[in-house]
């Protein structure tokens, strides 16, 4: 069965730094492409950053040199490094699966990061 | 960048009728647009990709189609579990993903 489950989320002053991780379970973050997508209070989703199979990794402008994208084999995990953190960047952070497609057939719950001081 | 526009913004409708959701991209996205299903303190799930290919485990009842700019998503007799907000997804532009903005499908 395919899982995603995320963590590492909390409650972060402006201009701190947190990671966020997604453990996968029934496959492999070597074998498809994974992504990072948001959910802002009371808004819609917004992609945020992508790394292919080859290592390629490209992010939205919002999080653009500041949030990185990493996986680990070993640990079949993905991570979000995120830097200077704003207030913009409060939201739910979900991770999903690419599929063969192109499209993001499986996602998960998703963590909640809140900047405020 | 691919700006997706849903509408309605909310759809009110009563069990067991049909719902009617679209979709307009500002550029041609050919059949890569994908239907997602979110629900307060769920995972999004995955609809329709392809445009109109139901994902694994999808009931019949939604159905997707279009093509270019124009997309549909419909379901065709609303089940007390589908009232929830539904988004569209364009993957042609990648890596420049977008999403609609969403349409909250409301019990009349």
């Known amino acids: 069965e395919v899982q995603l489950v995320e963590s590492g989320g909390g409650l972060i002053q402006p201009g701190g730094s947190l990671r966020l991780s997604c453990a996968v379970s029934?496959?492999?973050?070597?074998?498809?492409?994974m992504t990072w997508v948001r959910q802002a209070p009371g808004k819609g989703l917004e992609w945020v950053s992508v790394?292919?199979?080859?290592?390629?990794?490209y992010y939205a402008d919002s999080a653009e040199g500041r949030f990185t994208i990493s996986r680990d084999f070993s640990k079949n995990t993905l991570y979000l490094q995120m830097f200077d953190l704003r207030a913009e960047d409060t939201a739910m952070y979900f991770c999903?699966?690419?599929?063969?497609?192109?499209?993001?057939?499986?996602w998960g719950r998703g963590t909640l990061v809140t900047v405020s001081s | 960048e691919v700006f997706l526009t849903q509408s309605p913004a909310t759809l009110s409708v009563s069990p067991g009728e049909r719902a009617t959701l679209s979709c307009r991209a500002s550029q041609s996205v050919y059949s890569s647009l994908a239907w997602y299903q979110h629900k307060p303190g769920q995972a999004p799930r995955l609809l329709i990709y392809g445009a109109s290919t139901r994902a694994t485990g999808i009931p019949a009842r939604f159905s997707g189609s279009g093509s270019g700019t124009e997309f549909t998503l419909t379901i065709s007799s609303l089940q007390a579990e589908d009232f929830a907000v539904y988004y569209c997804h364009q993957y042609h532009n990648w890596p420049r993903y977008t999403f609609g903005q969403g349409t909250k499908l409301e019990i009349k």
């Open positions: 999903a699966r690419g599929s063969d497609a192109g499209d993001f057939d499986y």
């Open positions: 029934g496959f492999t973050v070597s074998s498809t492409f």
């Open positions: 790394i292919y199979t080859g290592g390629s990794t």
